[in-house]
């Protein structure tokens, strides 16, 4: 008798291949003729967490119960920590059962999506967006619907487009701030319109805020949704600890919502990672308070950095920095009708500089690429301009 193949999800075979790889395989041609490779392409921190940081993680890996399950939405003491500390950014109170610790700000979106849609339906998401976030609904069955922003806006979403968008299977509306893969910062009056839409139109507003720890400076308040009374009924906020505390490979990230909502989500935890890595969880509670300095003198040398790219291309012709801000650079190339990933490739190849190309951020990025600024150290800045100067297509 024949045999049949199975099949595979259809969604799954649609979505798109993690993209930050298939980069930086183009680096490995380069023969380093120009000196060591500057690695642009990825969001990583750029130095090692603080000493002190790694010696909590080794006396709690040290401890039999960090061995056993924990709390499906994370351990007591972190979640009460995390509470504490966004009551004093967003100057609002928290109680723990209001935050989700998870594997990760990635793992906090997709249980969070699974929790707001099914297949079927759509969420808006700003273009260019975050690739993952375009992933996670195409293999869930739900369609990203594309927010267009611009660069004369600054790349901030606008509240009049979106809601022309909208139809009966909308379910949410996501916002990244300080936005991957722009650097754009939302006004807080911006975020203040997006949540009294989602509130007036009955959907969820998710805000991840991976990159608010490195804000620039007078902006510690990043809005002010979360004073408001009703905030549970229509808003999300998700957090990752990786890039202010240096510790992408712990993977921990946290999920704020009201307890109706975290009920739910707490089933999808508990088939995808019944509790968080708990070594890591109680080296940050620690953290919070034990390394705030260093966090402090990280964030102003990441906003250093920042202004250090933008000097840097600014002499050079043709390049322009369409927007900056805390660990990303959004780049218009002077390569006009030029594939961006052709671009990309040859940067690395030739002149041992690798970033990412503007498609893989959504539709009509071609003329742009994307620049991870804060995983390289200032000398590798100013290095980037040599590399770029007499760079030709």
């Known amino acids: 008798m024949p045999t049949l193949t199975p099949a595979l999800n259809p969604d799954l075979i649609d979505t798109g291949t993690p993209p930050i790889p298939e980069a930086q395989g183009w680096a490995t041609s380069y023969d380093g003729r120009h000196g060591p490779l500057i690695d642009l392409s990825q969001a990583v921190p750029g130095s090692a967490p603080p000493e002190a940081l790694l010696r909590k993680l080794a006396e709690a890996a040290a401890e039999p119960g960090s061995a056993r399950y924990g709390g499906i939405t994370g351990d007591a003491a972190l979640r009460e920590a995390y509470a504490a500390e966004i009551a004093g950014i967003y100057g609002a109170p928290f109680t723990p059962a209001e935050i989700a ?30 690739f993952n976030h375009e992933m996670t609904l195409t293999m869930l069955g739900v369609e990203a619907r594309p927010l267009p922003c611009t660069p004369e806006s600054g790349f901030v979403p606008d509240v009049a487009t979106a809601e022309a968008l909208i139809d009966e299977r909308t379910r949410a509306i996501v916002l990244v701030t300080p936005n991957n893969p722009t650097g754009a910062v939302y006004p807080p009056q911006t975020i203040a319109a997006f949540a009294a839409l989602c509130a007036r139109r009955g959907l ?38 990786s890039k202010a505390y240096a510790v992408p490979g712990w993977r921990l990230g946290a999920i704020t919502a009201g307890e109706q909502v975290l009920a739910q989500i707490g089933k999808v935890l508990d088939c995808v990672q019944i509790s968080p890595v708990r070594a890591g969880q109680a080296a940050v509670t620690w953290g919070i308070d034990g390394i705030r300095d260093w966090r402090e003198r990280n964030r102003a040398e990441i906003n250093t950095r920042a202004g ?31 594939k961006a990933a052709e671009i990309v490739r040859r940067l690395a190849q030739e002149r041992g500089v690798l970033a990412l190309p503007g498609p893989y951020f959504g539709p009509g990025q071609e003329n742009h690429l994307r620049i991870a600024i804060a995983n390289v150290a200032a000398d590798r800045i100013g290095l980037l301009g040599e590399r770029l100067r007499d760079f030709s297509f």
């Open 101 to 130: 610790i998870t594997s990760g700000c990635n793992q906090a979106y997709v249980v969070t999506m699974m929790a707001l849609a099914r297949a079927g339906d759509n969420v808006l998401l700003p273009t260019p967006w975050y």
């Open 204 to 241: 969820w507003l998710v805000l991840d805020e991976t990159y608010r720890d490195f804000l620039p400076e007078g902006l510690a308040r990043p809005h002010e949704v979360f004073c408001a009374s009703d905030w549970q009924d229509s808003v999300i906020g998700l957090y990752s600890f």
């Open 308 to 338: 250090l790219f933008r000097e840097t291309l600014a002499p050079l012709n043709g390049w322009r920095v369409l927007s900056a801000g805390a660990y990303f650079a959004y780049v218009a190339h002077p390569f006009a009708g030029a």
